[in-house]
């Protein structure tokens, strides 16, 4: 055959296959404008085996925007490099956002595997722009000459993020050490994966099955229906289930007769990834640990701690030590006494046991009762789902003007979620907001807060909330513990910091702020949610709609600081043992049992309290994102209660601290370094009093 009949031949089959990609690309939803309103996903058209195919291109074209930016022969400058940067992954951003909300609320075993395909794959993606010297020398040039051009203060801040962002990410290492942080990062973002699929495998493969009604004994009517829907649910007709879901497990640990019973579920929960079964977290997490000191060492730190805590307010470890010691110091003598006291109601009703982890809640729930004629089940009636969700937004309303239209014309990913558009005073488009509440096998637990696009110049963003709330059963809807009306503000809190921002730059915009910042929006909204004034607002019978009467409030009122020991101590606990594994200065695998023993025998941990979090399903350090920060929770806690004071003493909903509220923390986005925002809101840096008189702790 003729060399020219050959060379046509390939040609032919080169523009056949390019024909051919370009044609499946076409086809691919991810890959083009959303063709929606609002340009949310178009959640009906997306198959999952769309989002492989769709990584790859999108890391191919962003890829591309970064050879463009290297490759300009025009000298290095804020418009060409910096903006550009920040401009740059917007294909990548759409598919990863939307991939990774799916994947944590309608997953499958399809999903886990395109998970574990794409996350080597993204760690070397970014690996390859951390590590651009190129790049990096573009970037560098242009913060070196920064004292020269005039910026703007929300580019001088983006300059500085990225610029320290890239030093973070390694371009300053020698290449041996470059060479190495990827091939840490690859493993370190394929355990934390395995890490979190083991957490929801073990959690959904649990079921306490009730066959006798007897064991049923001293549940409200509501719970054992919801039993009864679960084992519907499972094909277990004439049975009750419960499962290690907090709205499951926790009603039975408070109400349940059956101490056997008690210890088994609540056994079950706290043993979860540590079962020694395939799902058994034990290696992982010590792997983890083991990997990300490695990773602080490339950098030059002792420990992962000081790599993390660097970049955010608290700045080191002994600061987060300093800090949380303080408060465990204040909490462990009230919940001594509240043991004590559970202790003597075991003793006064002849129990003949000594109180253990499982009767924690069902005691404190009968000492409760004694106290305060007060009972959890008197106030679930006044919390329908829907009324509590109305709360939210009627506080927003009052303090931002917020409003908020259900929209059915709107794509969205699973029949309970709901959708709305969120409008400005002037009735102009601000955002869109999923509410997802309730939980399935295909959805992590906890509650959480993301985004299917972040807010950006010209750019509205796409928010979503994410609950595992107590479930409608029969003819009673959905009625929320106190607990869940507070996670339901927390979470809604979250979503302003996103629906708010008001940036320039997607690289600064909403929660993309310090880890230790990012809880003060939404634990300021949790302020509200259980306040006498805003209750009147939404707290009413799901059945004849009267208010919630004040003596049920006063009873909630004077019962405020009961428990507290134990809610302290219990999140205190995991905040120990956090930075504890984050302190590790070597890179030896720990045993995860014997050190976490270890560490709570160092801070004399009560006996009859777990830790919130026990290391195998300590999600938040191991499935990634909360390593050396679990500590945020309080540290926000004394910001928030110290920006709340303001509004107690001006007026709940006063409007000029609620601009400035608005302005300088939940638009400002990363615009400032977190503390200069707050001192801008609050006129002086925090103080601890109020956070101390609100947890009894002065």
């Not at 695998?589 to 309290?609: C, G, H, S």
């Amino acid at each position: 055959m003729k060399k020219s009949i050959i060379i046509a031949l390939f040609a032919g089959l080169i523009l056949a296959s390019c024909t051919q990609k370009k044609e499946t690309e076409m086809k691919n939803p991810l890959l083009q404008k959303f063709d929606t309103p609002f340009e949310v996903p178009p959640f009906e058209q997306i198959k999952v085996s769309d989002f492989l195919p769709a990584y790859k291109v999108a890391m191919e074209e962003n890829a591309m925007e970064i050879e463009a930016i290297v490759n300009n022969t025009e000298k290095p400058n804020f418009k060409n490099t910096i903006e550009e940067l920040d401009a740059s992954g917007k294909l990548l951003d759409r598919v990863s956002y939307t991939f990774n909300n799916l994947n944590a609320s309608l997953t499958s075993d399809s999903m886990q595997d395109i998970a574990q395909t794409v996350a080597p794959l993204l760690s070397k993606h970014f690996d390859d722009i951390a590590l651009n010297a190129k790049l990096f020398a573009k970037v560098k040039a242009v913060y070196n000459s920064r004292e020269d051009i005039e910026l703007s203060p929300e580019q001088s801040r983006l300059l500085e993020v990225i610029y320290k962002g890239f030093e973070r990410g390694g371009a300053n290492l020698s290449a041996d050490k470059q060479e190495r942080l990827r091939k840490l990062n690859g493993q370190i973002a394929v355990l934390q994966l395995k890490f979190d699929n083991n957490i929801l495998a073990e959690t959904n493969n649990y079921k306490l099955i009730i066959d006798n009604e007897e064991d049923l004994s001293g549940l409200p009517e509501s719970v054992k229906k919801s039993a009864k829907v679960t084992a519907e649910e499972n094909d277990l007709n004439d049975k009750w289930v419960f499962t290690t879901h907090k709205p499951s497990m926790l009603p039975f640990l408070t109400y349940s007769d059956k101490r056997n019973l008690r210890e088994k579920l609540h056994t079950a929960y706290i043993m979860r990834g540590d079962n020694n079964n395939k799902y058994d977290n034990k290696k992982i997490l010590a792997k983890i640990a083991s990997l990300t000191t490695a990773k602080a060492h490339l950098f030059g730190f002792d420990n992962y701690a000081e790599y993390v805590l660097d970049k955010n307010m608290a700045k080191n470890p002994e600061t987060v030590f300093d800090f949380t010691n303080n408060i465990w110091d204040a909490a462990l003598p009230i919940a001594k006494k509240e043991a004590e006291e559970l202790q003597k109601l075991i003793d006064e009703e002849n129990g003949g046991f000594k109180l253990e982890h499982w009767d924690w809640w069902y005691y404190s729930e009968k000492l409760r009762a004694n106290k305060y004629n007060l009972d959890e089940e008197m106030l679930r009636p006044y919390f329908e789902l829907n009324q509590v969700r109305d709360g939210a937004f009627m506080v927003s309303n009052k303090l931002f003007g917020l409003k908020f239209k259900e929209r059915t014309d709107i794509p969205k990913y699973h029949p309970d979620v709901q959708v709305f558009e969120v409008l400005n005073p002037d009735d102009s488009h601000l955002g869109i907001l999923y509410m997802d509440w309730y939980p399935r096998s295909s959805k992590s637990g906890g509650a959480w807060m993301d985004a299917f696009r972040k807010q950006s110049e010209g750019v509205s963003p796409v928010i979503t909330t994410n609950f595992n709330f107590t479930t409608p059963s029969g003819d009673k809807p959905a009625l929320l513990s106190i607990d869940e009306v507070e996670t339901t503000f927390h979470e809604f809190g979250h979503a302003l910091h996103g629906l708010l921002s008001n940036c320039k730059y997607n690289t600064l915009s909403g929660t993309s702020v310090a880890r230790d910042f990012v809880e003060l929006p939404s634990q300021f909204m949790e302020n509200y949610s259980t306040h006498p004034e805003v209750l009147k607002m939404y707290a009413k019978h799901y059945k004849t709609g009267d208010p919630i009467p004040d003596e049920l409030i006063q009873k909630f009122k004077n019962s405020g600081l009961f428990n507290n020991g134990f809610v302290v101590v219990e999140y205190t606990s995991a905040a120990l043992l956090d930075m504890n594994w984050n302190t590790i200065n070597d890179t030896v695998q720990r045993d995860p049992t014997k050190f976490e023993n270890e560490v709570m025998a160092k801070i004399n941990m009560l006996p009859e309290i777990i830790v919130r979090y026990r290391s195998p399903y300590f999600s938040h350090v191991f499935g990634g994102g909360y390593a050396a920060g679990y500590y945020s929770y309080q540290w926000a806690a004394v910001l928030d209660a110290d920006a709340f004071s303001v509004f107690q003493e001006k007026g709940l909903f006063d409007q000029e601290t609620a601009k400035s509220l608005r302005d300088n923390i939940y638009s400002a986005g990363n615009s400032k370094p977190a503390m200069d925002l707050y001192k801008k809101f609050r006129g002086s840096e925090p103080k601890i009093d109020a956070f101390l008189i609100r947890n009894g702790l002065n």
